[in-house]
């Protein structure tokens, strides 16, 4: 790995906080992701199950977590799996973890080999009442692709059909959408790789750049600063492209006149970031032009003061729609007696603005939380209101990631320049 190793003492705390929420006499079994292959014999890079990470911090394929908290002798409470190495391994794939390193990593003192995991999960099945088991229930994800999960629950279900089975994914998102002081740790230092990628890009951009060389620059910055890369797919959009929500072609040349609209973002140790920044080309704002912008931030500051302890997502998303709407209004989108006129869902206001407000960011993008929670101390979230005026080219989004605070909300990127004339400063450099 490049990046600095989380201490194991988040990884055996987070084990511990979900040991408080198992039933008694139960057993966790947690599979690794898959290497994915792509074409003849190529495989996709590989990345961790989040909830792995979670628990471990292991980073390696072919891993498996079982706790069993209320086994008889202690060293089988928790037990890793890793996968053996050889000479053949080593020379063609690089060093894989020992023993030793396995328990570095998460803390785990009884580390095993993979091939000797279905020998001693049998030994121990046969003690437990209950079995948890890990599926992809986030609540957009596509389960169409097996997962060793996936292939794990069938083998288990067949071999131990009288057990009772219970659901891990609640139990994860439950802890997991409360951050601990490490992990906000990791995602400050990808948001700070960001704001270095970002710094760079708005050096070079100008008419006549390509936006496949804004995303270079980005890249080249995240990796050099021990990133893995993008936290997702860059949107590097200039011109009528960033009106387009999900623009990922990244081919078009930048043209005087028009903004570009960057979503673009650094990983970090498996942690993730998100940003949103949209520039001039040319390093000025039209007066028009300027006028979307400070609508757009003056919208994202007061949602800040909205997204606090207690409310959904869905009140939230309510409210910013009422700021948005004044916004609108005052830009002269629309008037307010059609904006009285409009219905409860505000198309009006859609029609500009037609995605959500934040999401939590945490080791997945858009990560995991129990659904229609109320929002806590300790959560991760963007805040990214944005407006859409095709017919005018203009397409404006910004996006921060906030800690939620007891007293105030903590910005992660506020050292990233969004203000209008700190933008064109550092451009007019």
Partial sequence: MRYEPVPNSLFSRNRERLRELLKPNSIVVLHSNDVMPTNADGVHPFKQNSDLIHLTGIDQEESILVLYPDAQKEEMREILFVRETN??????????????????????????????????????????????????????????VETRNDRFIKKCKTSYPLHHYERLAPLMHQLR?????????????????????FRRALDMIAPGVGEWEVEAEFIHEFIKNKSRGFAYTPIIGGGSSNCVLHYLENNQVLKDGDLVLMDVAAEYGNWNSDMTRTVPVNGKFTPRQRAVYDAVLRVMRQACKILRPGITLADYQNHVLEMMEHELIELGLFTEKEAKQQGANKPLVRKYFMHGTSHHIGLDVHDVAPPNSPIQVGNVLTIEPGIYIP???????????????????????????????????????
Wanted: glycine letters at 4%.
């Fill in 87 to 144: 000479d053949h391994i080593a020379i063609w794939e690089g060093h894989k973890l020992t023993k030793k390193q396995a328990t570095v990593l998460s803390g785990i003192s009884n580390v095993q080999w993979t091939n000797n995991f279905y020998t001693i999960l049998h030994t121990l099945v046969q003690q437990a009442d209950t079995i948890y088991l890990s599926t992809n229930e986030h609540l957009r994800s596509d389960t169409s």
């Fill in 177 to 197: 959408v409360v951050k601990q002081d490490e992990e906000i740790e990791v995602m400050q230092k990808a948001c700070e790789i960001t704001e270095s990628g």
């Fill in 391 to 429: 017919e005018e080219n203009i397409g404006i989004r910004l996006e921060n990631d906030f800690v939620i605070g007891e007293i105030e909300n903590f910005d992660l990127m506020r050292n990233i320049p969004i203000e209008a004339e700190e933008i064109e400063a550092l451009m007019a450099k």
